[in-house]
């Protein structure tokens, strides 16, 4: 059974850091790509950043580049958001999703099958 299990998140002043943590079970980071969105209160599903086990392409946002960085620890079968010099616009509930037939994309939610449970994150002083 494919599970993704999020932890991480909180309350941070502008500025400030965070990691997202996204622990997968029932399958292995090797077969699947992974995608983190995020959704701020009244808006649509934003893509933020994602890794394709097809080829090893990791893709952001440009609302993130150079803020965030998605990285992948094997051992532990968990992928994190690293962000950094977060901001008030960055206020939103995040998820991870999984895919396993297709290369990533951070334009639609349409090709994740697999889903976190989302959590919090507040960027405010």
């Known amino acids: 059974q494919v599970q993704l299990v999020q932890s991480g998140g909180g309350l941070v002043q502008p500025g400030g850091s965070l990691r997202l943590s996204c622990e997968v079970s029932?399958?292995?980071?090797?077969?699947?790509?992974i995608g983190w969105f995020r959704r701020a209160p009244g808006k649509e599903h934003e893509g933020v950043s994602c890794?394709?086990?097809?080829?090893?392409?990791?893709f952001y946002a440009d609302s993130v580049k150079g803020r965030f960085r998605l990285s992948r620890d094997y051992a532990k079968n968990t992928v994190y958001l690293l962000m950094s010099s977060l901001k008030p616009e960055d206020t939103a509930e995040y998820y991870c999703?999984?895919?396993?037939?297709?290369?990533?994309?951070?334009?639609?939610?349409?090709?994740?099958?697999?889903w976190g449970q989302g959590t919090q994150v507040t960027v405010s002083s």
């Open positions: 890794f394709s086990h097809t080829d090893g392409s990791t």
């Open positions: 029932g399958f292995t980071l090797d077969d699947y790509s």
């Open positions: 999703a999984a895919e396993n037939h297709l290369p990533c994309t951070i334009k639609t939610t349409r090709i994740y099958d697999n």
